[in-house]
């Protein structure tokens, strides 16, 4: 087998290992609140440790290729800040989505505005990851291209680390809806960005990547994943359970996350 096809294997398994964290969530019951709450508070617990103590020393590391550290710092928080920025405005602007015309006593309407919350919170996630994941599989084929047991080592770390991200798409997806075949879409396909990421890479991106792009990428993602996390996860799982499940879930995702990187 060639080194080709085994990278975009390895691609291709590590991003699609996100539908075994979907797969976890249909276990539980979705009428579980205290759940749910740990769920959104474990998956901010991953975005968070992630984008700090992986994205953007890693976007740093690329930055500073082509320039000194200092340089590279302000490259790196530039777009980490800017891209926060970018989407918190967007959020701003853009209203949530309702049905003003459909009549609902004052409990329906309740219950209604934590689904929209819920299913809100789903899809900005499968965003946030599938983004994550793009570049990821880049990294994962180039590397195992140059070299076939580091690309291996990198493909089943990403894997690893991917389930608990699928656990923080399809939970407040399922949760709200009660569709394990929408929340299971959504999953596989904030997954499929990676081995997507890894085919451009190899068809129309070899020639033009650079370290630069790299940070740039990274960065913009990271900041981009912590808003997230303090903006919809983080509310969302106080307003479903106890405060301390809440504050459990994160620091669990947390550990999780950093074992994961470990045996990196």
């Given amino acids: 087998m060639s080194d080709i096809l085994i990278a975009f294997l390895a691609s291709a398994l590590a991003g699609l290992a996100t539908m075994l964290g979907a797969v976890i969530v249909f276990f539980t019951d979705s009428e579980n609140k205290k759940f749910l709450s740990a769920a959104l508070g474990f998956s901010a617990g991953v975005m968070i440790y992630i984008s700090f103590m992986e994205m953007l020393p890693t976007a ?3 930055f500073m290729e082509g320039a ?3 340089v590279a710092s302000l490259w790196m928080l530039g777009a980490f800040f800017g891209a926060m920025a970018l989407v918190g405005l967007i959020s701003h602007l853009v209203p949530d989505a309702d ?4 009549i609902r006593t004052q409990e329906e309407m309740e219950a209604h505005k934590e689904d929209l919350a819920l299913k809100k919170v789903g899809v900005k996630s499968a965003v946030a990851i599938g983004v994550h994941n793009f570049p990821e ?28 991200e699928g656990i923080g798409v399809a939970a407040p997806i399922y949760f709200a809806t009660g569709d394990k075949k929408r929340a299971l879409w959504l999953t596989f396909l904030s997954g499929f960005s990676e ?7 190899y068809f129309v991106l070899m020639p033009f990547l650079s370290p630069f792009l790299f940070g740039i990428v990274f960065s913009a993602v990271a900041g981009i994943m912590v808003l997230i ?6 509310p969302a799982s106080r307003a479903y359970g106890e405060t301390h499940l809440s504050l459990l879930g994160l620091i669990f995702g947390m550990a999780v996350m950093g074992i994961s990187l470990v045996l990196l």
């Fill in 99 to 102: 049905e003003p015309h459909e």
């Fill in 137 to 164: 599989g880049m990294v994962t084929f180039m590397s195992t291209v140059a070299n076939p047991t580091l690309g291996f080592s990198i493909a089943v770390a990403i894997a690893i680390h991917n389930i608990p």
């Fill in 68 to 70: 000194s550290e200092a």
């Fill in 195 to 201: 081995p997507v990421g890894a085919l451009i890479a």
């Fill in 229 to 234: 996390s303090f903006d919809e996860l983080l």
């Fill in 60 to 62: 740093k590391e690329h």
